[in-house]
């Protein structure tokens, strides 16, 4: 298994393209399955989760095909780091998302309500419970129930069917989902009549979704607030749609600059995708200046504690949770982080306290001491953000930090090292360590 060693204590200094969000690509791509018409996607990224969604697509039967960066148009559309792919769901040959590809990444059930709205029918394994906890999917069924699914769930299988379309109605979340929230989106798209998705998420990934399927004919309105109305279409077609930049890889390498005191200019990527973040980081004392191209983010020697409570979009995201923990533990005074959204997503405190961080943890709510140095030290990655807070720590660190078992890393952030390296950053994976 591959490691990442990092020899911390260099200020970052320099630029970093984002790329297209892994977030808002998952869902996108099961999209595909609601046409029979090609789906094309700009600013793809290079991602383990997308090469395992790529490959649960292809077993139901879609054709996808990419065209790598640096081919000519599809260059110059797909952005300045992603590519480009074309999902073409014209013959579906099986309805069946089975154990082993879902188990590796619980995105892989986002192909159930597209697959029934589309198919009449679907079975999709349960994805199972998660190192961030227990995740259920149970709001999932109940929305798709309520637009007249027929769901059994036996053997470790969700076996949904409908007799004819699905029927619109209203559907009332009773807290705030992404995935359920998109999973009932995709199939009401070719749901007889209107469906009204009351307390739907608002993430930007949502938008993009939404986007996306109005793009290929679908008619949503709503988008961007709680109230989502679609008015059920008999097909969609294809279409041509750009993944938005990934807001948490923005956010990250955001605190790549503060936690060491460097200064980075983020490119390819939105203020306004994560306000909630930027407005803490001014606050512990980061300058954080946007342009409409640029994000630069600069820090002095002293940060203040700044305290954070993980919420639904537009507030601080739970995916932030753990590098915010790592930038805390080198500001000056407490500050203290509260997780709202998942009931096991403090696994990084160990890991960061053997690298010297002074962290208590409350329930859900960790107490932050910060101090001066942080040193290296191996360490275990246990989910994907926990594992860049890792990284982020290892940063700041004197001396050597190994970041053991970094496969998770892969699953969400491209080319890491080498983004970071640019930087400056005294960073190398070391293969089957
Ligand atoms: C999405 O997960 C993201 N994943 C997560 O990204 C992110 O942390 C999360 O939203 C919250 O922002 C993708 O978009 C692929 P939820 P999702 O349904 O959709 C509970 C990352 O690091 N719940 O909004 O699974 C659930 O257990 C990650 O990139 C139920 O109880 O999140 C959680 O406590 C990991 N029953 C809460 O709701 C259900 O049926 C919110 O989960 C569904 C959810």
């Given at each position: 298994m591959d490691a990442i060693r990092i020899n911390g204590g260099v200020p970052l200094n320099g630029e970093i393209v984002i790329g297209g969000a892994k977030n808002a690509a998952l869902p996108l791509m099961a999209a595909s399955l609601l046409s029979d018409a090609p789906l094309t996607l700009v600013n793809m990224p290079e991602l383990v989760d997308i090469t395992t969604m790529g490959n649960l697509l292809r077993q139901h039967g879609v054709h996808i095909s990419q065209e790598a960066f640096g081919a000519g148009r599809a260059a110059v559309e797909a952005g300045p780091t992603g590519r480009t792919t074309t999902l073409t769901a014209d013959r579906l040959t099986s309805v069946t998302a089975p154990y082993d590809l879902v188990r590796r990444m619980r995105a892989g059930f986002f192909v159930l309500g597209p697959m029934l709205a589309r198919m009449g029918e679907a079975k999709v394994s349960l994805p199972g419970g998660c190192a961030i906890g227990t995740r259920g999917v149970d709001l999932h069924l109940k929305a798709l129930e309520e637009i007249g699914a027929k769901i059994e769930v036996k053997e470790g299988y969700v076996y949904a069917s409908t007799r004819g379309r699905l029927k619109g109605a209203k559907v009332t979340f009773p807290m705030v989902t992404v995935g359920g929230t998109e999973n009932l989106l995709m199939a009401?798209?070719?749901?007889?009549?209107?469906?009204?998705?009351?307390?739907?998420?608002?993430?930007?990934?949502?938008?993009?979704?939404?986007?996306?399927?109005?793009?290929?004919?679908?008619?949503?309105?709503?988008?961007?607030?709680?109230?989502?109305?679609?008015?059920?279409?008999?097909?969609?077609?294809?279409?041509?749609?750009?993944?938005?930049?990934?807001?948490?890889?923005?956010?990250?390498?955001?605190?790549?600059?503060?936690?060491?005191?460097?200064?980075?200019?983020?490119?390819?990527?939105?203020?306004?995708?994560l306000e909630s973040v930027f407005t803490a980081l001014r606050q512990a004392g980061v300058s954080v200046e946007a342009t409409e191209n640029t994000i630069t983010v600069a820090a002095p020697n002293g940060l203040s504690g700044v305290d954070a409570v993980t919420e639904p979009y537009p507030g601080f995201p739970t995916d932030m949770q753990a590098q915010w923990m790592a930038l805390m533990a080198t500001a000056d005074g407490a500050s203290m982080i509260t997780e709202t959204i998942f009931e096991n997503r403090f696994m990084h405190v160990p890991e960061l306290r053997r690298l010297g961080a002074d962290v208590n943890v409350h329930g859900g709510s960790a107490i932050v001491r910060g101090r001066k140095d942080l040193t290296g030290a191996p360490v275990m990655a246990t989910d994907l953000r926990a594992s860049v807070s890792l990284v982020l720590a290892g940063l700041a660190a004197?001396?050597?930090?190994?970041?053991?078992?970094?496969?998770?890393?892969d699953r969400g952030y491209e080319r890491l090292e080498e983004k970071l390296g640019a930087c400056g950053a005294r960073i190398e994976r070391i293969s089957g360590a």
């Open positions: 009401a798209t070719l749901a007889e009549g209107e469906t009204i998705i009351e307390n739907a998420a608002r993430e930007p990934e949502i938008g993009n979704l939404a986007d996306c399927l109005n793009a290929m004919g679908a008619k949503i309105t709503g988008i961007g607030t709680g109230t989502l109305r679609v008015s059920g279409v008999p097909t969609l077609h294809g279409a041509r749609v750009a993944v938005i930049p990934d807001r948490i890889e923005t956010g990250t390498y955001a605190i790549a600059a503060a936690i060491t005191r460097g200064r980075i200019v983020l490119k390819g990527t939105r203020y306004d995708l004197k001396g050597e930090t190994l970041v053991n078992r970094v496969y998770h890393l």
